[in-house]
């Protein structure tokens, strides 16, 4: 294989990524020789080689691996004729699972109404008296601070008593 891959290959026959390939897929074959760039999982029947400029980044499951001197590998290996029949085996088709119906969900309740607060009488408005200025003598007016008043009281508001 050569330039640019990404997917599943399986053959029943052998494998060779050229050097300048990059792979991005599941391999499955006899032997499988790797001098480009894998990204993976890899199952060889026979052996996998990685060669010198080659790179594997996955799990491999190999009756046979050889690695190279500057070769590059990551991943888990698995090892051995019972590894690759193990990888290679039909999976069981799972049995479908028996589901019960649930009981249909019961509705929600009405919202609750909410209540509002109790309206909140407002304050009587404070009024301040502005200063008093008081003419001097000598010609020069002076302001002079305006006298506390005392506050004015606010009867309760509903049934008054008649005096």
Do not use: C, W, Y
């Not at 009488?121 to 010609?139: M, S």
């Amino acid at each position: 294989m050569g330039g640019i891959l990404e997917g599943e290959v399986e053959v029943t026959g052998d494998i060779e990524i050229d050097d300048m390939a990059k792979v991005k897929a599941s391999l499955a074959g006899g032997d499988v020789s790797v001098n480009g760039h894998l990204t993976g999982p890899v199952v060889a029947r026979k052996r996998l080689i990685v060669g010198r400029s080659g790179s594997v980044t996955g799990d491999v499951r190999v009756a046979r691996l050889a690695i190279q001197d500057g070769a590059s590998f990551s991943g888990k290996v698995t090892m051995g004729a019972g590894a690759v029949d193990a990888a290679l085996r039909p999976a069981k088709p799972a049995e479908p699972a028996v589901v019960e119906a649930l009981a249909p969900a019961p509705e929600p309740a009405p919202p609750v109404a909410v209540q509002k607060p109790a309206p909140v009488e407002k304050p009587a408005p404070i009024v301040v008296a502005p200063p008093v200025v008081v003419a001097r003598t000598d010609g020069k007016a002076k302001s002079m601070p305006p006298k506390p008043m005392p506050p004015k009281a606010i009867p309760p508001k509903g049934k008054q008593k008649k005096r």
